[in-house]
Structure formats: C-alpha cells, structure tokens
C-alpha cells in the first residue's frame, strides 16, 4: 500500500513536469497565441481547466506548487493528503513572512548585543578591581567627548554626536594640496576608504605599512584621531567595523610631547606615552603602572597615533622628531602608527620606510548636510536642557534646512563648507543670524581671526614677543589684497624675475614694506608667506613648482580689499568701478563688502546717475536685500522711485529697465555666481523661488517674443502675473533658461516651475493666494551641458526633436553612436545619473505626463513584472537550495513570467497609443494631447510596425528591451 501510495505521487510530479515540458514551446508562438487570443473559441474542458490552473499556481512559487499537488489529490479525493499539503503551504508562507519580517530586527539585536556586552562587561570590571586600563580609558574619554574647534568658544557639543566620517584616498605627500578650500573632489568615490576599513586591512592583511594621513588645515584630521579614541575608550570601536582589532588607544599631541623627544638621550615611545597620561588632567593626575605601556607595545597591542607634525614650527626640530618616530616604528614593527600631517610639514621632514599616505577628501555635499543636521540637532538640545522632544527636532530641521538651502545658492559657501572647520563657523554665524548675506562680513571676519591668530593660540603654539598678531597680518594681507583687485589679478609671486603673465610680481617688496613698519619684526617676505605657525599660509594656495600664489577663494581677496579701502577712505576706487562697465564685474563683490561696513549714499548716488542693468541691480540687491549698512532716506526714496515707478511709466524704455533690474535681483538670488557642477549629488540641488514671477517680469518675455509694449494694467506691473497656462510657463522658463545661460556664461542653467510637492516642501508666503491662480514661481537647477539642447526642446513643446534628441543622448552616453542601438547589456550598465537625468526631464516638463517612469507605472498597473522582483520575493529565497530551484525551474515559472509580461506590454502600448485597433501605429504623436506614456518612445519599439511571423522576433527583442528598462531601480 505505501509503495503505491508512493507510486501515485512521483507520477502526479512526473505528469506535472511533462504538462510542464508541453507548455514551454518557443516564445514566439505563445506571442503570437497571446495576441490572437480572441481567435480562441474551443470549449474549455474541465481537464483543460485543471490543466491551466495547475500551471499558473505551479509558477508562483514553492507554496503555490503545494497547493498544485494539494489539489491533484483533491481531484483524486484523497482529501488527507490535500489537507496536509495545503497546511504544509500555509506554514512555509507565513514562516517565510515572519522570517522576512524579523530579520532585520534580529540583524540589529545581535549588533547591539556584540558592541555592548563586553563594553558593560569590561567597565564593570575596571570599577571594581581598580584596573588601570579602565582609569586611563576613563581619561581618554575625558579628554576627547568634546567636539573642539579650537579657536572657536561656542557652547559644548559632543563629538560622538557630530563626528561625519571623512573619506580617504591613497596618493602620495607631493600631491596633497595645501589649500583649505579644495575646488573638488580629485578622486573617484570607490577609490575612497574610511579609517575603519583602513585599520582592518592593517591588521589583517599582509601589509606593514604605516598610515601618514595629509590634509589641508581644518579638513579634520585632529577631530578623526580623538573620534578613533573616544570610540576605542568606551569600548565601542566596532562602530568603526565590525571587524575592527581589539587595541589600546595612544594619543599623542607632537606639540606638548616634542621638546621631551627632541633631548639627548632621546627617549624610548613608552617613557613619552607615561608622562603624556600624566598630564592628560592635571588637577588629578594619573600615574601610569609601571611597565604597563612598555609591555602592551612589545605585545603589539596599542595603535599609537601621533597627532599634528605640523605644529612643530622649527623645521630642525621637526626633523629630529621624523627620525624619532621611524626609531620607534623600527622598534615595534607590528604595532599600528598613525600620524597625522598637513603637506607642507610632512614633506620637509618625511618618516623613513614603508608608509601608507593618505589624503583625507573634501566633505561631499551628504557629508556636508549630515553635519550640519547634526549641529544644530544637538545646538537646540543644548538649549533645551539636554532635552530633545518635538519642538526641539522640529526647529532643528528648519534651521538645518535653512542653512543648507543658503548654501546651495551661494558657490563661495559652498565651497568653504567642504572644509569641516569652514562649515562649522558658518553654523555658528547662522545660528546667530539666520540669513547669511546681511553678516557675511562677520563670517569673513571672524575666519580670518581664527585661521591667522585663533588656532595658533588656542593650539597652545608657542608665542614670543615679536610674534605678529591677527591684526597686524591683516594689515599686510589687506594692503595685498587691494592691490591684486586693483592690478585685475588673483596672483602674485615672491619671484620679481618671474615671466608669468597676469601675475603680481612687486609682492616682495609691499610686504617687506609693510612688516618694516612693524617694531621688533626681522620676519622676511618668504617667512611670512610661508611658515606654518603665522597661519598666513591657511589663507592661501599655491602652485608650488611655479612659485605662484593666490588667495584661498577670490572672496577673502574681495573682503581684505574692501576693509582695506573701508579702513584708507579710497571709496573713489569703487565710484569708478561703478561707472565703467569693463570694470564693474570684477570689483562687483568687493562693492557688497564695502557696504555692508560702512554708508553707502555716495554710492547709490553714482549709481543712479550711471544707469544701467547690472550696476541698478547690484544698489537694488543691496537695498531691497538690506546689506548696507546705512542709506539716507532722500537717497533711498529716489532709488524707489528709479525702479519702482519705473515699473508703472508710460515710456517703454524706463518700463524696461525697471523691468530687467526686477528680473535680474531675482535671478541673482538664484544664480549668485553660480557655477558649472562636477558631480551628480551637486548637479540633484535646486534653488526654490521666495516670490512669484510679476506681471512685468513675465511683460519682458512678451515684448522679446512678440511686439513689444508696455503694460495695459499699469498697476498690476508688481503683482504676480496669473492665468498663465502650464505649456506657457514651459515657454517661460525656457526664455529665461537661455537667457541666463547667455548672460552669466555658465552651461546648464535651467528653471522649471514649482510643483505642488516643492510648493509643500518650500513654502513661500505667495502660495496660498497665487498657487491656485496659475502663477509662475520658479525652481532653478542645472544639468550637465550635454543635456542642455534636450530641456530647451522639451521646456518649448518639441516634442518630436525631443524624442529624437532623446535617442541621440542615450546612444551617446553609451558609447553606441555608430552601432545606432542599445542591447540589453547596454541598458543595464546605462548610468543611474545620465538615465535619471533624462527621465526627470521629461517628466517636469510635460507635468508629469511623459516619461519613462511613467511608462513604467502603466506597465505595472497592467499586470507587468520587473525583472529581479521574483527573485527578491519572500518566497523565491528559498531558490538557493537546489531541489527547490530544479522544481521551479522544472515546472516552468520563468516561461510563464515571460508570458505574462509581454501580455501586460501588449496592454500598455494600447494604453499610450502605440497600438490601435489591435495594429502598431506607425506615426506616432508629438503633442501634449498624446496618450498619458506615449513619450519618449523607446528606439527599438519604433523599429516595429506590423506583427506577423516574420517579425515576430523583432518584437520580442523590443518587448525585452523595453521591459529591461523598466526594470532599472533608476525609475
């Protein structure tokens, strides 16, 4: 009896895989069946309904094969064995679910349990037997909970809270720049590493080398070694990696420990260690247990890190130490180093032997943001009495999001905030004053305090009487300054003999002129340029082979200058800059700075009396957006009546210059200086409209594409513009698009119109009355230059030469110019960037109509299956075990996938209109009245036209093509 029962069963499996076997016949012919189904008029029989069910549960999955063999045994009554298979099924479905479901939480649970049990453990330890590890640990954390920005005394926040994790690359001491604002990232992203995966490849690889890490002044490499510390002292280094060795944490600041290693004898690294732990609180001091360093170091047991070479300012002194450290990495080959250098010190005294240098990077635009929510996360919970509830989290987000959108408009602040130290005093004069603009003054001035005196002093660097202050090297670099603005250059040279063009050779001797005046100073032009300690050299780049020099960033020269010019009383240099138009573009922000110091009627009066469109714009920008200082009343009220009255006058060239000066401020405050971006995380930020374009504004986009004219409501001409339709505002912005693209010389520039998710997301005080009015207010954004050509033609409705436009891009990225098609390895290594690009495009444009998105919500909504969905399903995890993987493959689930995706094709291009009437359309439809998905129409669809069994194939190829598109993560 068992042996028949058995018998029954391998048949019922064996006739399953042969029904199987009948059904998987070429893809072809089950297309064709699919799409002359309505041709299908024979009865349907209860065997051939078994049949067909059968199949279809077979293909969902392992649990649904249950219930195939359940209800074979049900057709047979044997209801015993159906019972226990549909039980059988019902188990796995929900093991599989609820096993889906903990998995992360168990994921985390274990985490948690490795990080803080043997922490506990080990604490718990140190409290009750008095163990010195557990009384040094305790002081380490002492000395490094603190987030320090030395220089800067602005509250206490914890560095466990703030710390962002700096990204590392591998290069060599020569190439490491000295400058504290770096243009942009030199490396690429994948060649990056966190210490942490660094640490480990130390430990557990084959590699001896030692790690020398290189930054630019305030690129964080101070706040990396005590995060790395504070980590390894509350015995939560894990957070570092998971597989991170178990050390004993040493710190040496090289500027408190220098003088002891630089005497005769010098001292063995143990004796260093013990009196450096001796001073790490003074008012208590820990006395280290005999020998205990000693033998922790011979065991290989410490990763000893050596913090600031550069502030040894004694270049032989350095170098005593250099020889000192490499001593010692001889003596203790297999304990992990780790210094930390800016270039220039490291590469007058270099380390001898094998060593791993580092550059530390830039912060990324996320890092960048991460930071800053952070900051004032834990700001506000400060202020809250170290309590965080939903008032507390709900002003941090609007001031984090505040900050980070003021930087994302102005390109000098965002290129000072990839600076750690940078970003962080831009926090502070945030949280002070919101708005940025109205105390950038402040901002600069207290960046140059700190980079010239603040760090030195508070770095406990040693001072002598003839030492220069902040004050007196800003007398030097003022003088310098000015002059470089007024000689057209950003660069100088020590060098007189030097034949570079454009450069400031008579340098040397400003300076030394300058430092004569100054009592007790022997310091030479090059020792004031070049030595670390004066922190002159933080304010500056270099191009070192060519001896050539220039401020950090252009606006630490147009700041210096307009003190400078503040302080001397030389406002007539800046009358005369705003009266020539060849000059006014270059001392343009130097004019900002002046005033935001000082008064600035005379200013304002040259300007009126030299009208024209950029000098207007720069007054109105500095009176509407209050930066000046002061402005008398009767010359502010001439101003109004210049620009505002303008807007209302009968004569078309006073309503025009009103106009433009309108329309310029605005896009000042989107474009400020803008420039062309290098990464796709930069190129994903946009600048959000606090205002809705005016009917005057949008008169001017009249008057240059059909007659111009005034305004038949004169007083309308400062109210927003309303009625205006969505294709129109499409025209709109992309006059606007070309025009500033034109006028500002920089690529990719785009506007768009606000969406109803950024009018939710950036409010203005114009929504609630204009959004429903059909107003126009602008987004900004910008796109690489090859796109360019692509949003012109979709912003103006060309439709057609988009789609065309369309295709060229995707071949051109690809690299498939002269193949003229994309395969299917071609569609999957598309880039995310250039494929996300081109979708959102299309689909801001046509308001959401088109889009390859949103052919891919239509495909979904009709039954399709993205390719890899089956394969991340609950139930398909189970596919790794081979018996379950031969039945699934067996009963042919992958040919039924097929079957089914290409009907939901079928289905979508009836929905968009690429079929009718059961026939491919052969002319497709470039209008917004299209079918919702009919754009852009995908190159290898438009090779088909008819679909007989000639072509059949073709199709197929399409169907795939297109599916696989679909199925990108991108969408």
């Known amino acids: 009896m068992e042996f028949k029962k058995k018998h029954e069963r391998c048949f019922i499996w064996k006739r399953a895989i042969a029904y199987t076997h009948s059904y998987q016949q070429t893809f072809v012919y089950k297309c064709k069946m699919a799409e002359d189904s309505k041709d299908q008029n024979a009865p349907l029989t209860l065997e051939g309904f078994w049949k067909i069910l059968d199949s279809k549960l077979v293909s969902l999955g392992t649990p649904a094969a249950l219930i195939a063999v359940a209800v074979d045994f049900a057709r047979k009554s044997q209801w015993k064995e159906a019972g226990l298979c549909v039980v059988g099924a019902f188990a796995l479905w929900l093991l599989i679910q609820v096993a889906n479901k903990l998995a992360p939480r168990i994921d985390k649970l274990l985490d948690w349990i490795l990080n803080n049990v043997e922490r506990i453990f080990l604490d718990l330890c140190a409290k009750v037997t008095s163990d010195f590890e557990g009384k040094y640990y305790e002081r380490l954390k002492f000395d490094c909970r603190e987030y320090e920005i030395r220089g800067i005394n602005r509250g206490t926040l914890r560095l466990e809270n703030l710390f962002v994790p700096l990204k590392m690359a591998q290069t060599s001491a020569q190439k490491v720049s000295q400058n504290i ?23 557990t690889e084959d590699i001896k080398q030692r790690l020398v890490i290189l930054g630019a002044p305030g690129s964080g490499k101070s706040t990396l070694l005590r995060h790395i510390t504070l980590l390894y002292a509350t015995r939560k280094q894990r957070r570092l990696h998971r597989k991170i060795p178990k050390l004993i944490p040493v710190l040496l600041l090289l500027r408190n420990v220098y003088q002891d290693i630089i005497q005769e004898p010098q001292p063995p690294l143990a004796s260093v260690i013990e009196n450096a732990v001796k001073k790490l609180q003074s008012s208590q001091p820990l006395e280290p247990r005999q020998g205990w360093f000693a033998k922790r170091l011979r065991q290989n047991k410490c990763l000893v890190m050596l913090d600031g070479f550069d502030e040894i300012a004694d270049d032989t002194q350095r170098q005593q130490v250099s020889r000192w450290v490499s001593q010692q990495i001889n003596e203790y080959p297999n304990t992990s180093f780790i210094l930390t250098s800016r270039p220039e010190g490291y590469k007058k005294a270099p380390l001898q032997g094998n060593f791993l240098e580092l ?102 660097l040693s001072t002598s009487p003839t030492s220069l202050s902040a004050d007196q090297k800003q007398v030097v670099l003022k003088s310098l300054a000015l002059e470089l603005m007024q000689k057209n250059t ?18 040397k001797s400003l300076i030394q002129e300058k430092l004569d005046r100054f009592p007790n100073q022997t310091l030479s032009p090059e020792e004031f340029i070049k030595k670390d300690d004066l922190g002159v050299r933080e304010l500056l780049s270099e191009r070192e082979q060519e001896g050539i020099y220039e401020f ?61 469109i950029p000098v207007l714009t720069l007054v109105y920008q500095c009176w509407q957006g209050k930066e000046a200082q002061q402005i008398e009343r009767e010359v502010q009220q001439q101003l109004r009546a210049k620009l505002e009255q303008g807007l209302e006058s009968d004569k078309l060239d006073e309503f025009t210059l009103a106009a433009e000066v309108k329309l ?56 927003p513009v309303i009625n205006i339709s969505f294709w129109d505002t499409n025209r709109f912005c992309a006059w606007l698009s070309l025009r500033s693209r034109k006028e500002l010389g920089e690529p990719g520039i785009c506007y768009r119109q606000a969406t109803h998710i950024d009018r939710q997301q950036h409010p203005c005080e114009q929504d609630k009355e204009y959004a429903d009015k059909r107003g126009i207010r602008l987004v900004r954004f910008q796109v690489p230059t090859v796109y360019e050509q692509l949003s012109y033609y979709l912003a103006t409705g060309m439709w057609e030469e988009a789609d065309k436009e369309t295709d060229r891009l995707m071949l051109q990225v690809a690299g498939r110019e002269q193949q003229g098609y994309l395969d299917l390895d071609d569609i999957r290594q598309f880039p995310c960037e250039d494929l996300r690009t081109i979708d959102q495009l299309w689909l801001q444009y046509s308001n959401g109509h088109f889009g390859f998105s949103v052919q891919k919500e239509i495909y979904l909504s009709v039954g399709g299956i993205l390719e890899g969905n089956q394969a991340n399903s609950p139930f398909n995890k189970l596919l790794f075990l081979p018996p379950v993987r031969w039945i699934y493959a067996r009963f042919g689930g992958r040919v039924m996938d097929e079957i089914k995706n290409y009907e939901a094709y079928i289905r979508l291009s009836d929905r968009v209109g690429w079929r009718v009437n059961d026939r491919w359309y052969s002319k497709m439809i470039f209008s917004s009245s299209a079918s919702k998905g009919h754009l852009p129409i995908f190159r290898q669809v438009k090779m088909t036209t008819t679909l007989d069994r000639t072509t059949m194939r073709t199709v197929y190829y399409s169907y795939n093509l297109f599916c696989t598109l679909l199925s990108r993560p991108d969408l």
């Open 181 to 203: 604002i770096q243009s942009r990232q030199v490396f690429d992203p994948l060649k990056q590493q966190e210490i942490g995966d660094i640490l480990v490849k130390m430990t």
């Open 664 to 719: 310029a401020y605005r896009l000042s405050q989107l474009n400020q200086d803008l420039q062309t971006l290098d990464s796709y995380s930069e190129q994903k930020s946009q600048a959000y409209d606090s205002s809705y374009i005016t009917s005057a504004e949008y008169q001017l986009f009249l008057n240059e594409t059909t007659s111009p004219s005034i305004l038949a409501n004169k007083k309308r001409a400062s109210q």
């Open 552 to 612: 950090a960033h252009k606006t630490f020269q147009e700041y210096l200058a307009a003190v400078e010019i503040e302080k001397t009383k030389q406002e007539k240099i800046l009358q005369e800059a705003l009266a020539d138009d060849k000059k006014f573009a270059w001392w343009r922000e130097t004019i900002r700075f002046y005033v935001a110091q000082t008064d600035a009627t005379h200013l304002i009066q040259v300007a009126l009396n030299h009208p024209t």
């Open 359 to 460: 550059e530390v990077q830039s912060f990324t635009r996320e890092q960048r943001n991460k930071f800053i929510q952070d900051w004032y996360k834990f700001r506000k919970k400060e202020g809250n009495n170290n309590k965080e509830d939903l008032g507390v989290r709900d002003s941090a987000i609007k001031s984090a999001n505040n900050l980070i959108a003021q930087i994302d408009t102005s390109p000098s602040l965002k290129m000072m905030a990839t600076n750690p130290l940078l970003l962080n005093m831009i926090a502070i004069t945030h949280d002070s004053e919101v708005t940025l603009s109205t105390k950038q003054v402040d901002l600069y001035k207290d960046i140059c305090r700190v980079l010239l005196e603040g760090r030195q002093r508070a770095k406990g």
């Open 490 to 507: 950003q660069a100088f040279t020590l060098d007189e003999t030097s034949t570079h063009e454009k450069t400031f050779k008579e340098a």
